[in-house]
């Protein structure tokens, strides 16, 4: 749904607007340190992940971990003092995504219209490695958020989305069989999991052709509904 593509160099213009006023130091410097230490820290994230342990694991406390971790790692990339607590940088990490967030316009044009006519025949969910209600903010404004029953993020079944647990749980969670479940998304990993987990998957893959990996291959989320509607998912 979201057009990284749009939504990287806003991203970085507003973190050069939001930190400087606060913590000190130059834009073009808060940019530049996000740009280098935004794939380490996402890299320590998913090492976090993978090594997610069922039965003392928390996702909200990994992901507040998250966020810590890229902003203290800004500041010492721009050479600025920040939080000296742990739970003050996340929390001023969480204001500043919150703050963005707010202000980025990156959803495909053609999303909104697409899941209209699909929520009108089919029951929505987002199955997201985001959380819930980041999920709720992003896509509440641009009102796609009431066309879903459940924004899912991997805090709701506290199971990381990068795990096979997670879409087993979000189908019990919510109440649904899983051969029932159609799946999309645009990453043929994560396909694999709910495939295995007993759905149907649909990759969305601007440049990819069909496979008998997933039970259809799309190169825009637009292109569902007639997919859909031809026959697909209603078996």
């Given at each position: 749904?979201?057009?990284?593509?749009?939504?990287?160099?806003?991203?970085?213009?507003?973190?050069?607007?939001?930190?400087?006023?606060?913590?000190?130091?130059?834009?073009?410097?808060?940019?530049?340190?996000?740009?280098?230490?935004?794939?380490?820290?996402?890299?320590r994230?998913?090492?976090?992940?993978?090594?997610?342990?069922?039965?003392?694991?928390?996702?909200?406390?990994?992901?507040?971990?998250?966020?810590?971790?890229?902003?203290?790692?800004?500041?010492?990339?721009?050479?600025?003092?920040?939080?000296?607590?742990?739970?003050?940088?996340?929390?001023?990490?969480?204001e500043?995504?919150?703050?963005?967030?707010?202000?980025?316009?990156?959803?495909?044009?053609?999303?909104?219209?697409?899941?209209?006519?699909?929520?009108?025949?089919?029951?929505?969910?987002?199955?997201?490695?985001?959380?819930?209600?980041?999920?709720a903010?992003?896509?509440?404004?641009?009102?796609?958020?009431?066309?879903?029953?459940?924004?899912?993020?991997?805090?709701?079944?506290?199971?990381?989305?990068?795990?096979?647990?997670?879409?087993?749980?979000?189908?019990?969670?919510?109440?649904?069989?899983?051969?029932?479940?159609?799946?999309?998304?645009?990453?043929?990993?994560?396909?694999?999991r709910?495939?295995?987990?007993?759905?149907?998957?649909v990759?969305?893959?601007?440049?990819?052709?069909?496979?008998?990996?997933?039970?259809?291959?799309?190169?825009?989320?637009?292109?569902?509904?007639?997919?859909l509607?031809?026959?697909?998912?209603?078996?």
């Open positions: 749904m979201t057009d990284t593509s749009l939504l990287q160099p806003q991203y970085w213009q507003l973190v050069a607007e939001f930190f400087p006023p606060r913590l000190g130091g130059e834009p073009e410097a808060w940019t530049q340190a996000n740009k280098v230490v935004a794939p380490e820290v996402w890299r994230l998913l090492a976090r992940l993978e090594a997610w342990d069922a039965s003392t694991g928390n996702v909200r406390r990994d992901w507040d971990l998250y966020y810590a971790d890229w902003l203290d790692s800004m500041c010492h990339e721009v050479g600025v003092e920040g939080p000296t607590r742990a739970e003050a940088s996340t929390r001023l990490a969480l500043a995504e919150a703050w963005i967030r707010s202000r980025a316009r990156a959803i495909f044009s053609d999303v909104l219209p697409a899941l209209t006519r699909l929520a009108g025949t089919f029951t929505l969910f987002t199955a997201s490695d985001g959380m819930s209600d980041q999920l903010s992003w896509l509440g404004q641009s009102d796609l958020a009431v066309l879903f029953k459940g924004l899912y993020g991997p805090d709701l079944v506290n199971t990381p989305k990068q795990l096979e647990a997670y879409y087993p749980r979000i189908f019990e969670h919510a109440g649904i069989e899983p051969v029932s479940a159609l799946v999309v998304d645009d990453s043929p990993a994560a396909l694999a709910a495939r295995k987990a007993g759905a149907r998957t990759l969305v893959a601007p440049s990819a052709t069909s496979s008998d990996a997933f039970d259809a291959v799309i190169p825009r989320l637009a292109d569902l509904p007639a997919l509607e031809a026959g697909l998912g209603r078996n």
